[in-house]
């Protein structure tokens, strides 16, 4: 099942909501990972958008709740600003608010991504002819600083979220094997049957990583779009 609302808009149009929240991640002194707020946002705002995506949506708008502070809200803008970049969306919007008030110890914001799609995305089943690649690598913390190079760039997943036959969805913080039980309608894995060299159980919680779904005749495609990135699941 997807983390995604499907709201009917019109006869043909749905709009679908996803969001992301982050808590502990900034520059306040008893933030568990300390790193710039453009950062966080960028990372929040890519797990929201790729659910959104994955779903089949259009993005045209966001929306930023800001717990970190007035100070942080333009880093935080810019964050999801770098990532609408990278997916060469330049017509969406942006509004939210900013808790002024009161002042939180630890750093806290949330983003929610809409878009429009017509439609609604059916869940695909699984096969003897099915494959199934897991794009990028299962990050968090402090980790993802560390090893950024080995998440899979936005970019990387709009092209592979764009090809006919093919079905993606992003990896949450409940790990690998726990999207993949909720992807098909007919099919639920054991970490046992499942041969990989990535850990299914890891949390993903930044959406570093994403599974991909294709027919045979797509492997080639998906294999040299994705390079290194490119982790295939076999049972």
Known sequence: MRDVLHIPFNREESIVIASDNSGAIGLKAEDVVRVPYEMVSYYSFRV??????????????????????????????????????????????????????????????????????RGKMSEPKYSDQTKIAVIGVPLVGNELVEREEEAAPLSLFKQICSLTDVVTIPVGSKGILSELNGLFLNKVFSASEIHTSLDLLKSSGPSTCFIAVYPDGKKDKVMSLAGRHFYELRG
């Not at 717990?67 to 942006?94: M, P, R």
């Not at 808790?99 to 809409?114: C, D, R």
Request: hydrophobic fraction near 45%.
């Open 48 to 117: 929201a958008v790729m659910e959104c995506m994955a779903a089949g949506a259009e993005p045209f708008a966001v929306t930023l709740q800001n717990f970190c502070g007035e100070e942080a809200w333009q880093a935080l803008i810019d964050g999801i600003e770098n990532g609408l970049a990278e997916l060469g969306l330049d017509a969406v919007s942006i509004t939210g608010s900013t808790e002024s008030n009161f002042s939180l110890k630890q750093s806290a914001m949330g983003i929610t991504v809409l878009g429009k799609t």
